[in-house]
């Protein structure tokens, strides 16, 4: 780790602050060295395989809205070097038992219009967040800087120092409304009784509106390695499989910086703070921990209100009291019986691609007696089933297909071999459903076939 002229600055950690403030100082024509303990860069925002080949997942970060408002992100224009986004159609949805699910948009008009009566609340309180632009970000974002946006910010900080619970039952009439800002709270995974817990979401539904939640097309680390490249196109060095034990293992340099957990500071850096700074780092308790899960699915999630599956983030908690609760007894340091589940669900391109060579590699044809189902992509399989075993016939439009026009036939049969068969992918998919029950009846008039259910089996008689 030398370099001849050596560095003025040392960044201890490669995750997205240490990565960023490295290619800040580097971009001032600082001579940096950034030094990872992990074989790769990125830190939360790494990505691996932990499930099946072609699926991707973040280790941490996925949902970045702050990598487009920030002010230090907005400079780096990292879009320039290849970095792209992805915006699922709408950013959040927030299921609710026996009632349709809360959505939130892109535009703030439409999901104030989905909220009935807290249209106004949702104007008034995430709304003015949004309008209020970058200056508030900023201001919020860099609170040792002389703020941008004072009044904005003043005005923020109303209802922002509030705990969720409190602006919830405050401004919200609805428990739509109440919960959706609560879903919004809990990305601070504190208790929502406390000051502040507003703020945290009221900013993140704002940036829904003003920048989107977007994803790294590709995964995070496509993030975290545009920020490695554009460090190494800047003349800054990266050291990665190299952990810091002591400051003494570094080069000199003006400023050693150390994008690390308080207890990591002190294990590296103890005995050169000064004992009350020590002493406080000593006393600082993490916050609790997060479990997560990560799975590959074969097909949609069959979300009971279909219009779930548009969101990336899914806010799976219930009603504002719900998810106080939740989030109290893990503040508490308790286990939850009914936790808050922060779900985000984002498509393969892998995946997608063999859906949509699936779609294109099926064939069906309906005869007056029966129907034929050609598919497979490498390997071609034909099903055929007689009209009179069909015994009901439903229309399935998964979120993605309504998009593009296109839905699904599900047969269930009385064919042993084929007891579901389905015709997949196909344009006016309802009225196919409607001209196969109608073909179904007619052959069965003609042979005089009935069908009965009988326990383990059917008869046609
Ligand atoms: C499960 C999960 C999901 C999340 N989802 C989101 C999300 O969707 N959106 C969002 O904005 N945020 C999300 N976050 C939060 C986000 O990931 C963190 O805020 C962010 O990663 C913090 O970045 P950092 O650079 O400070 O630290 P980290 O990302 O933790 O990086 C620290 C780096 O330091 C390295 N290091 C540690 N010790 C040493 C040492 N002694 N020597 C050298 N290197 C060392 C580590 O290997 C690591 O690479 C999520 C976090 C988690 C855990």
Redesign the pocket.
Known sequence: MTRADGFDAVV????????VAAVVMASEGRRVLL????DR?????RCEQFTLPGFQHDV?????P?ALASRAFRHLELERDGLTWAHPHFPAAHPLDGANAVLLHRDPDRTARGLGRDAGAWHGVVGATARAGNGLVDTLLSPLDVPRAPLAAARYGVCGALPATWLARIRFRTEAGRAVLAGMAAHSVLDLNQPITAGYGMLLAALAHSVGWPVVRGGSQRLADALAARLGSLGGEIHTG????RLADLPDARAVLL??TPR?VLA?AGDRLPPRYRARLQRFRYGPG?F?VDWALDGPVPWHDPQVGGAATVHLGGTLEEIAAAERDVARGRLPTRPFVLC?LIVPIPWAIWRWLSTRCFAYEVTNQRIRIRQGVFSRRTDSLELYRVKDASFVQPFVMRMVGIGNVELETSDVTNPVLWIRGVPDADALREKILKAVDAVRDRKGVRELDVPGGHLHS
């Open positions: 201890v950690g490669a995750g997205p602050n240490g990565l030094v990872e303990a992990a860069v990125g830190g939360a925002l941490g970060a996925t949902v970045l702050l190299t952990p810091v034990r994008d690390l990591q590296v997060v997560k985000v």
